[in-house]
């Protein structure tokens, strides 16, 4: 499975972006789509993910800003960040897992996410 993300930018305190992985090859259609973080110094953290269904889980710190979304027709998973501040910054990774295991199977090269205060 080859993920690509997209959409990850420079942008002031307060602004918003949305941020795209496609994904293609041995994907299957009911696995589960999530977004990660990595911020500069730290590990890399859960931020969101979504079911083929529209079953969505959100970080505590993420959960009245961040949307995540998918269009399963296009194997695409979006995730929409709004009211960004400093913290937010990081590179944000896109990953997929089989619906019945709780292991991330493929990772995306992840697009990088710089908030300015």
């Known amino acids: 499975v080859q993920l690509v993300e997209s959409g990850g930018g420079l942008v002031q305190a307060g602004g918003s972006l949305r941020l795209s992985c496609a994904a293609s090859g041995r994907f299957l259609s009911n696995d589960y789509m999530a977004w990660f973080r990595q911020a500069p110094g730290k590990e890399r953290e859960f931020v969101a993910s979504?079911?083929?269904?529209?079953?969505?889980d959100y970080a505590t710190s993420v959960k009245d800003r961040f949307t995540i979304s998918r269009n399963n027709a296009r194997n695409t998973v979006f995730l929409q960040v709004d009211s960004l501040i400093p913290e937010d910054t990081a590179v944000y990774y896109c990953a997929v897992r089989r619906r019945s295991s709780s292991r991330y199977y493929a990772w995306g090269q992840g697009t990088l996410v710089t908030v300015s205060s």
């Open positions: 979504i079911s083929s269904g529209g079953t969505s």
